[in-house]
């Protein structure tokens, strides 16, 4: 059975950092790219950044663009997305995913994770 699990997120003010971390069990993690989601109150899920298998390969929202770092230790198992400064409208449900190829289309990833809420005051 897959698992993928979201940890990290929390309550912060804006301009300061939050570092996600996903878990992955019952599946070759190696050998998936993987993606980062996001889905505020309201709004559709959004792309926001991923990485190829091997993490040679990273894509960007251009809203997180220089502000986010997606990075993976195949060994662990773990995908992780540094935040760095913050921003209100960043405030969501952030999910990690496990897809067929790096991509910024949702339809593309197999597996998701519950999600794990980030919040940024102003």
């Known amino acids: 059975q897959v698992q993928l699990v979201e940890s990290g997120g929390g309550l912060v003010q804006a301009g300061g950092s939050l570092r996600l971390s996903c878990a992955a069990s019952g599946l070759a993690f190696s050998n998936f790219p993987m993606g980062w989601f996001r889905q505020a109150p309201g709004k559709v899920r959004e792309f926001v950044a991923a990485i190829s298998w091997g993490g040679g390969s990273t894509y960007y929202a251009d809203s997180v663009k220089g502000r986010f770092t997606i990075s993976r230790d195949n060994a662990k198992k773990a995908v992780y997305l540094q935040m760095n400064s913050l921003k209100p409208e960043d405030t969501a449900v952030y999910y990690c995913?496990?897809?067929?190829?790096?991509?910024?289309?949702?339809?593309?990833?197999?597996?998701w994770g519950q999600g794990t809420q980030v919040t940024v005051s102003s």
């Open positions: 995913a496990a897809g067929r190829a790096t991509d910024y289309d949702s339809r593309t990833y197999s597996y």
